[in-house]
């Protein structure tokens, strides 16, 4: 039983820290755009939520909210629009995969990647944690093909850990059981990123000093091996989860079957700032294919809330839903007119009044789209943050949402102050809130 606990009284700079006992199940990919645990549990206890509810996450990420619901007993939905966190969220709240299956599995794919590290000259020592039994290299290695080149981001990645980190994900997709093998790449897509590569986040992700070489298996080991032990440690009964790949603004074409039955949503969507989302998750999502042509990254970029210039598109149109609302159209006119008094002309600066108002329209259709899916007296809660990254122009998020949920028939409960961040350009603490509305 978790005892009741008052986020707001934690000191702002661990605010959004993983507590030490919430690791299990939510460690197994994180990225930095995601919210911890402890305030997903902070709304459950506020709002009441209990066995029998129903919980959505249309924005879900890498599944926060999905896995601290499960581990409740709690129902949950999730949708996303970025394959990598999609898959993460699928398979971090699938725990039907037997553990036994998993080790049997695991020790196939480490003797066919020894193997076939060795094979190519690249050999590491496997006797700590299998048998020194051989297994069957691969006839060929693998290597990414131009399309997928392109999309890489080069300095991300070495490339001795690149081929180690190839051969591996071959070895998993041909030598694991079905079953086991989500868990495997999800664990590759986290050594990829917080081992192989070499990458950091601030919060935007930045290439860090190069790595000659990093070996991969035992970093593996210990990554399924912590898998496992979450496995075999789960509760005996846990929420259902149904995590779904799609695009939030058409939230309600996705669970057809979900009519009015969400009593309580916790989320946190994009918030409007120059971070390309993308990019915070490329080197995974190429490594594991989910992204391979400069195609298929302008195919998801489509799919996701406008909310940087890299994502803007000539037959954008999300910002017609927001055309009455003079608060965004007072801080576009703001932002073009510094950019003009600044004598700014890029391409990316001249975008910048449109993400405004077009991540506003993209959120006013959201909330129009989430609408048939709620119980008559759902509560929701939306973690938005606060910006300034254009021209230095405060767009107060939660109070722009505030006001368009209000025009669909919410009733705004109250704006909570979540924590405050430092502004990297301005120097100004700027507030991360939680904005509580009430279908009505
Ligand atoms: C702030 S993050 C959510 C993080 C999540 N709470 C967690 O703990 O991992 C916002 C997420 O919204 C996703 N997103 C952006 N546009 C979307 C859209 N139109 N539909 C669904 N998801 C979208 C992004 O890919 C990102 O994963």
């Not at 506020?46 to 581990?71: A, M, Q, S, W």
Request: charged fraction near 25%.
């Amino acid at each position: 039983m978790f005892i009741m606990q008052n986020i707001l009284e934690i000191e702002n700079s661990v605010r959004n820290q993983t507590q030490t006992g919430d690791k299990s199940f939510h460690s197994w990919y994180k990225f930095v755009l995601g919210y911890p645990p402890h305030l997903v549990r902070h709304y459950i206890y506020k709002f009441g939520i209990t066995p029998g509810h129903f919980v959505l996450d249309p924005f879900c990420g890498t599944g926060t909210t999905n896995v601290e619901c499960k581990k409740l007993n709690i129902h949950s939905l999730g949708l996303e629009a970025n394959p990598v966190v999609y898959f993460a969220s699928r398979v971090k709240t699938n725990w039907q995969t037997p553990p036994s299956e998993v080790r049997l599995s695991f020790k196939e794919v480490i003797s066919s990647a020894s193997a076939s590290l060795d094979k190519f000259g690249l050999s590491e020592d496997v006797s700590l944690f299998v048998q020194p039994h051989r297994g069957t290299p691969l006839a060929v290695e693998p290597v990414l093909t131009e399309d997928q080149l392109v999309v890489l981001p080069k300095d991300f990645i070495s490339p001795k850990p690149l081929r180690r980190v190839l051969i591996l994900k071959e070895c998993i997709e041909q030598a694991a059981t079905e079953q086991a093998r989500d868990l495997f790449l999800l664990a590759l897509a986290n050594l990829v990123v917080n081992h192989a590569g070499n990458v950091a986040f601030g919060p935007e992700v930045y290439s860090t000093k190069p790595k000659k070489d990093a070996y991969v298996l035992d970093f593996f080991y210990q990554l399924v091996d912590r898998m496992i032990c979450d496995l075999d440690s789960q509760p005996t009964i846990a929420g259902r989860t149904e995590i779904v790949h799609g695009d939030a603004r058409r939230v309600s074409d996705f669970f057809p079957s979900h009519h009015a039955d969400v009593n309580f949503i916790i989320t946190s969507p994009p918030y409007p700032n120059e971070k390309d989302y993308t990019r915070t998750t490329r080197l995974e999502s190429v490594i594991l294919g989910l992204i391979s042509s400069k195609k298929g990254l302008r195919t998801l970029k489509e799919q996701l809330l406008r909310s940087n210039s890299r994502n803007i598109f000539v037959a954008d149109n999300d910002q017609d839903n927001v055309k009455s609302f003079d608060s965004i159209n007072r801080i576009a006119r703001e932002i073009e007119e510094k950019r003009i008094h600044l004598k700014k002309t890029s391409g990316f600066e001249k975008l910048y009044h449109k993400i405004v108002k077009h991540y506003f329209g993209g959120m006013y259709r959201h909330f129009e789209s989430l609408k048939p899916m709620l119980d008559l007296d759902a509560r929701l809660a939306y973690v938005v943050g606060d910006q300034m990254s254009f021209f230095r122009t405060h767009i107060p998020t939660a109070k722009i949402l505030a006001e368009i949920a209000e025009s669909l028939s919410y009733k705004v409960e109250e704006i909570e102050l979540w924590r405050t961040r430092l502004a990297t350009a301005t120097k100004i603490q700027i507030e991360e809130n939680v904005l509580i509305l009430r279908n009505k």
